[in-house]
């Protein structure tokens, strides 16, 4: 075990609500006995980020240093962390810590804790976005050797949040859909076709169907084509929903067969209206997935060196966060941005 002092961490936070990014120090927290200090090498930029600099679920606190899709080292552990060794490569992402006396986090559901920690939400939880961060040690997970920092990162959390509802609903012989093709739905249709699945791609941009392909998907479908939409009529078994904006629903869910699963993994602000009796003809489900447990996020890593599934990157140095930020608001990066520390 090493604890020694650290005397303040550099990192770039928010000091209101939609500001600029700026340079910030902060003095961690001592490192408990379960807890370890982290070696930032990179962190993935999710769309979350941006909700929390410009408050808009109105759960920020600044300075708020965001980053919850983080990798790097072990630099220093407490005394009761046993299961990583200091200078292993780890990942942490949204979810840092839990109760683990629940009856969620006994099942490993520890993303459904009503205690939940969240890496960078709340007063002094400062993020990723930082040359170290100090979080509980049972929710570092190691990276396997086979992937990569930069394409590793956006794994835990965008990662998971589309490999859970696979690993709940799918099996190889499964019809997939996944709708929208970007940060989120990219990774799905990767998990999905390495899962052995038939995959078919949903985008309201037909020159998207090249890259859906690229990535899997074995048919792609224009998500603002009525009559291809009707002709998709009881075809996928799960569709995963990435999008946040309303869309035709009744054609997604008449386009699954007896037991199918409409799984949504991306905030649609608008209610989503669905007829009973187009579940009730054929016992299909809507639900909805957040993150995933720490056994899932273990099992998605290994799942994901082994078949070589990562997130197709542009690498920045943290120094050019706020460029990524702006490009980020305009949908301006295929598929995600991950910042690397300068």
């Known amino acids: 075990?090493?604890?020694?002092?650290?005397?303040?961490?550099?990192?770039?936070?928010?000091?209101?609500?939609?500001?600029?990014?700026?340079?910030?120090?902060?003095?961690?927290?001592?490192?408990?006995?379960?807890?370890?200090?982290?070696e930032i090498s990179h962190c993935g930029i999710c769309h979350s980020d941006l909700h929390l600099i410009d408050n808009d679920w109105e759960t920020s606190e600044y300075p708020l240093v965001p980053g919850h899709e983080i990798v790097g080292t072990v630099a220093q552990k407490g005394a009761l962390v046993t299961h990583l060794?200091?200078?292993?490569?780890?990942?942490?992402?949204?979810?840092?810590?839990?109760?683990?006396?629940?009856?969620?986090?006994?099942?490993?559901?520890?993303?459904?804790?009503?205690?939940?920690?969240?890496?960078?939400?709340?007063?002094?939880?400062?993020?990723?976005?930082?040359?170290?961060?100090?979080?509980d040690g049972r929710f570092a997970f190691s990276i396997p050797d086979g992937l990569s920092s930069e394409v590793a990162a956006p794994l835990l959390c965008g990662g998971i949040t589309v490999y859970s509802p696979l690993r709940r609903y799918a099996r190889p012989q499964s019809r997939v859909g996944v709708i929208g093709i970007g940060g989120l739905?990219?990774?799905?249709?990767?998990?999905?076709?390495?899962?052995?699945?038939?995959?078919?791609?949903?985008?309201?941009?037909?020159?998207?169907?090249?890259?859906?392909?690229?990535?899997?998907?074995?048919?792609?479908?224009?998500?603002?084509d009525d009559a291809a939409l009707k002709a998709q009529r009881e075809s996928l078994d799960l569709i995963i929903s990435t999008v946040n904006t309303s869309l035709n629903w009744k054609r997604y869910v008449t386009a699954l067969r007896p037991n199918g699963v409409l799984s949504f993994v991306g905030v649609v602000a608008e209610p989503v209206s669905i007829q009973t009796g187009l579940l009730?003809?054929?016992?299909?489900?809507?639900?909805?997935?957040?993150?995933?447990?720490?056994?899932?996020?273990r099992e998605m890593l290994e799942f994901a060196g082994r078949h070589g599934v990562g997130a197709q990157v542009e690498t920045l140095p943290m120094s050019e966060v706020n460029t990524a930020l702006d490009r980020l608001r305009r949908n301006d990066v295929r598929y995600r941005f991950v910042l690397s520390r300068d």
Not at 90 to 108: D, I, M, T, Y
């Open 185 to 224: 739905g990219h990774m799905a249709i990767r998990f999905a076709r390495a899962f052995g699945c038939e995959v078919t791609a949903f985008s309201s941009t037909a020159a998207k169907e090249e890259e859906a392909r690229a990535h899997g998907a074995h048919r792609f479908v224009s998500s603002i």
């Open 85 to 135: 060794d200091l200078g292993a490569r780890v990942g942490v992402g949204w979810q840092c810590g839990s109760c683990l006396q629940c009856e969620w986090c006994e099942r490993g559901d520890e993303n459904l804790c009503s205690s939940i920690v969240e890496t960078c939400v709340g007063r002094q939880r400062y993020g990723g976005f930082a040359e170290r961060v100090r979080v």
């Open 280 to 297: 009730l003809a054929r016992s299909r489900s809507v639900t909805a997935s957040p993150i995933g447990g720490r056994f899932a996020m």
């Open 1 to 38: 075990m090493t604890n020694k002092d650290t005397p303040h961490v550099d990192a770039y936070a928010a000091r209101e609500a939609r500001a600029l990014l700026a340079p910030f120090s902060y003095e961690p927290a001592s490192l408990g006995p379960h807890d370890v200090e982290i």
